[in-house]
């Protein structure tokens, strides 16, 4: 009896074992695929935006620059000023208005704009400057991009994409 006890529990170890070793498999495809779209830049049009105005949005770019890498870093904050979106939290049942925030940092150069890729960043301090009883920790961005693969003069200039919960994106200008 204690072998068959030992044969079933190594049995089912290696059946764990395949089992989390699949897993591991899935994520690390899934975060490959991932990681190559987010790290394209994409080049469009000017004319595919609605242009946003300047005074509807507060925003801070922390850093600007090339680094020691080659890379050009920017990263900030940004906030459409009085815009909120319902949302409706299914466990609860329970419908608010929330601040959304989506932001892809581009470089604007003639009627070219390259979007460049764009990952959000927590920022707790953001809801402290806006005080208008939102959330706004989700309005941090970072965008990182190898330098030599960007197609622009350096005069181009720095805006921001933003996208609603519905789709609509808007382009402002950050001046």
Request: net charge negative.
């Amino acid at each position: 009896m204690n072998s068959k006890y030992k044969t079933k529990k190594r049995t089912y170890e290696i059946f764990l074992m395949c089992t989390l070793l699949a897993l591991i498999g899935v994520m690390v495809i899934l975060m490959s695929i991932f990681n190559s779209e987010i790290s394209e830049i994409k080049v469009r049009n000017l004319e595919d935006y609605e242009m946003g105005d300047a005074d509807d949005i507060s925003f801070c770019i922390d850093q600007q620059m090339v680094n020691d890498e080659n890379k050009y870093v920017v990263s900030g904050w940004l906030v459409e000023n009085g815009k909120t979106y319902e949302a409706y939290n299914y466990g609860m049942d329970l419908t608010a208005n929330i601040a959304y925030n989506n932001t892809k940092v581009c470089l604007i150069q003639d009627d070219s704009v390259l979007v460049l890729p764009t990952k959000m960043v927590q920022r707790d301090d953001v809801t402290d400057i806006i005080q208008d009883n939102f959330s706004h920790k989700n309005s941090g961005f970072v965008s990182c991009v190898d330098s030599e693969k960007l197609n622009m003069e350096a005069d181009a200039t720095l805006g921001a994409i933003t996208t609603d919960p519905y789709g609509k994106e808007t382009l402002y200008i950050l001046r």
